[in-house]
């Protein structure tokens, strides 16, 4: 089994790559579904924002229980399913707009009559493809980590696990390029058609590589109540922040449905805190925040998501609001310009974490954090007049200060944890880092529709040519965008409390 | 006590179980002529309060603009009897998709800015006005009365089923339609040329719930443009007033 190891956790990484990569992708193409669709964007944008949070609330929720249910029933059984889950998944979100469509449209019709919007109907089947693929990804990240624990030793298990979480973060960097480069010469639907090739090689691959591989089981019960409580927790806080709003609906005005599902959300919260101190197998070890680090890298972890993922975001959507001649072009330019973001946040990483080794994990973060701080800070500065040269310096700023930051932060959380408990602790990184992304798209999508309803009342006058609306809505647009910037470089901001709360940390000692 | 059956009894049960087998046996009740489905379909709508509608198009693009930027995609709404609309129009642009709210009240009609979703009343022959295009008549029905040609019932294989409206039979009218009529109603979207449309006619109440129009294609290279108009909510009304 020892030869094969080396092989199998390769091949376990490679749909975990794609399931991260599936993450990213669709931020440079989402403008391209939303137009193939044919989605209104005063009406429907925010309807559409949930092809994105949908797949990362469900890539966060699989996170968070199905290591458990692997320990339970089997890691490989399980993975195999969250591979073909995902696998079905993605196949899923390539036809969507046919038959799941039609299948959608008229179980609508049945239960509630009337002619639902195909359109609607069609993002709708959408929606829920991408959350089905994203919880057989996010399924597979955890259920890989605990695999690690079956194939190696103790003591010999740090470098794959730190293999796994650098697979799922370089899926995610490199995803909205990887989609760009597709959508400038295929349709959009092919990056989820190559999925299946991909997915079955790995399914029969890992099928035949694991041959032998004894499969470990724990004893103990799966914490159901838990994976429900944290679950419903996620979902009704997703869905309370990225209520759905009209472009020109009144600002500050949230449906009442809003604030019914934030309470249920802490309702929830609360009790599935409550109901881990009591379980007797509980989902996650709540022990591990007792730890000073852990707590702090959590924290800084889930902040540090909420504006990296607004950036990541927000870049493709000012190309093509303001330079994008078509959505091809659009899709590509996003995709290398993220690059500038994403890359040097790739490559600082490692530095990052060698720095933080030798000095400990304060310095390496505060200076990270300063950067992406100050790098948000300048894009917020982006205009009609800003050029792509202009743009790159502060992406490359960002990029540099999030990898710096990133990788002392994840070693802080995943040190602090004794050895027992280390694969729920890098677990626990990506999903806090998922939760704050989750978070910081839901609402500054809901933030951002309702700043252009209101600028563009009170900037358009009525009667004005439609030269003269595409120039103001392009306005609107870079202010609106770069009041986000703003929002997300003070929400990375208060990431400087729990970081410099991280006990300095060196090897020697 | 004798065991035999009472001959009255075996008589009346013979006579029952020869109905039964008449009654199934039976040919099923032919459909009217197709000018009377048409006929009869007119007056049905026409005697609605009020009903809900759908415009959707497909295949060739439909330009509202001269300079062919802006092309209708989607137009769903409720009409009520006998002058009023309101309609949530879609449009699409280049690499963008809008959507209009419009509102027609007789002779006044008001359509949402684009970008400001703000109200604005415009003269009411310069826009599409989706209550005068159910008007009784000059809109469809008196269209529907006047400008077909070639009226026949469809021979199709099977009872015709709409996915949308499970459990219904239709009739199935297909005709040719002048749509010099037609053009004005709709803007200048639909005609000028002869179209082919098709009529999905509910047996009974002759509720008319699919109207299709396939407009011939523009070019040998461009798709046909198909407009598909469908009703339901078949005699509901709401309270349609000024924005």
Not at chain 1, 8 to 21: E, K, N, R, S
Not at chain 1, 301 to 325: C, D, H, Q, R, W
Not at chain 2, 8 to 16: D, E, K, P, T
């Amino acid at each position: 089994m020892t030869n094969h190891r080396g092989l199998l956790l390769t091949l376990i990484c490679i749909p975990i790559f794609i399931g991260a990569l599936d993450l990213t992708v669709v931020s440079a193409v989402l403008p391209h579904v939303i137009f193939d669709l044919e989605i209104p964007i005063q009406t429907g944008l925010d309807e559409a924002a949930w092809v994105v949070t949908g797949y990362l609330l469900a890539y966060s929720v699989a996170m968070t229980f199905m290591g458990r249910l692997s320990d339970l029933y089997g890691r490989l059984r399980v993975y195999l399913i969250a591979l073909a889950v995902f696998a079905f998944g993605s196949y899923l979100v390539a036809v969507a707009d046919e038959w799941p469509a039609r299948l959608l449209q008229r179980a609508t019709i049945l239960a509630a009559g009337g002619r639902p919007d195909p359109s609607f109907t069609a993002l709708r089947a959408l929606i829920g493809a991408r959350m089905i693929q994203a919880f057989g990804g996010g399924a597979m990240v955890p259920v890989g980590m605990a695999l690690v624990g079956d194939l190696y030793p103790a003591g010999r298990r740090a470098r794959p696990l730190g293999l796994i979480a650098a697979v799922d973060t370089a899926g995610w960097v490199v995803g909205h390029l990887y989609g760009g480069i597709v959508v400038r010469f295929f349709d959009w639907r092919t990056i989820f058609w190559l999925n299946l090739p991909v997915c079955l090689a790995a399914f029969a691959l890992i099928l035949w590589a694991s041959r032998g591989l004894a499969e470990r089981r724990r004893e103990g019960r799966m914490d159901w109540a838990g994976a429900i409580l944290i679950s419903a927790a996620l979902a009704a806080l997703s869905a309370g922040l990225g209520t759905n709003v009209e472009a020109g609906g009144t600002a500050g005005e949230l449906p009442p449905y809003a604030v019914s599902l934030i309470v249920t959300a802490v309702t929830c919260a609360v009790l599935f805190v409550l109901w881990e101190t009591r379980a007797r197998d509980p989902l996650v070890p709540l022990g591990l925040f007792r730890l000073p680090n852990f707590s702090a890298a959590s924290a800084a972890n889930f902040l540090t998501g909420f504006g990296l993922f607004v950036a990541i975001a927000n870049v493709p959507l000012f190309i093509n609001s303001l330079f994008a001649e078509t959505l091809e072009q659009g899709a590509w330019d996003s995709g290398w310009m993220l690059s500038a973001l994403t890359i040097p946040m790739a490559l600082a990483a490692v530095p990052g974490g060698a720095w933080a080794a030798r000095s400990g994990y304060r310095l390496p973060s505060i200076i990270g954090l300063a950067g992406a701080v100050g790098g948000l800070l300048l894009m917020q500065s982006w205009g009609l007049t800003t050029t792509y040269s202009q743009m790159v310096p502060h992406l490359v700023l960002a990029g540099i200060g999030f990898g710096l930051l990133i990788a002392p932060i994840a070693a802080a959380a995943v040190d602090a944890a004794p050895e027992s408990h280390r694969g729920t602790a890098s677990a626990l990184v990506i999903i806090f880092r998922l939760i704050g992304m989750t978070i910081g798209v839901s609402s500054l999508t809901t933030y951002g529709v309702h700043r252009i309803g209101a600028l563009s009342r009170s900037m358009v006058e009525t009667g004005a040519s439609l030269d003269e609306v595409v120039r103001i809505g392009m306005e609107i647009a870079a202010q609106v965008i770069g009041e986000t910037f703003v929002i997300a470089a003070l929400v990375c901001a208060l990431a400087a409390a729990p970081v410099l709360l991280l006990k300095s940390y060196n090897r020697k000692n | 006590m004798s065991n035999r059956l009472p001959v009255h009894f075996v008589r009346r049960l013979a006579g029952c179980l020869v109905l039964v087998v008449v009654a199934g046996c039976r040919a099923p009740e032919p459909p009217p002529p197709a000018d009377e489905i048409v006929a009869r379909a007119v007056d049905a709508m026409t005697g609605l309060p009020g009903f809900a509608f759908s415009i959707d198009r497909s295949g060739g693009p439909a330009y509202i603009d001269v300079d062919e930027t802006v092309s209708f995609s989607r137009a769903e709404g409720t009409y009520v009897a006998p002058d009023s609309a309101a309609a949530a129009v879609r449009v699409v642009l280049p690499g963008i998709v809008a959507e209009i709210s419009v509102i027609a009240i007789g002779d006044r009609y008001w359509e949402t800015h684009p970008l400001t979703r703000a109200w604005v009343e415009v003269p009411s022959d310069q826009a599409f006005n989706p209550a005068a295009l159910f008007d009784a008549a000059r809109g469809l029905p008196a269209i529907l009365l006047d400008d077909l040609h070639s009226v026949a019932l469809a021979e199709a294989d099977r009872p015709f089923e709409l996915e949308e409206v499970p459990g219904v039979e239709f009739y199935l009218v297909v005709a040719d339609l002048d749509t010099t009529d037609l053009y004005p109603l709709t803007f200048g979207l639909i005609g000028p040329e002869v179209a082919r449309v098709q009529l999905l006619v509910e047996p009974g109440s002759f509720l008319l719930h699919r109207l299709t129009i396939t407009e011939p294609a523009a070019a040998p290279d461009q798709e046909p443009s198909v407009w598909q108009v469908d009703f339901w909510d078949f005699g509901e009304t709401v309270v349609i007033s000024p924005p």
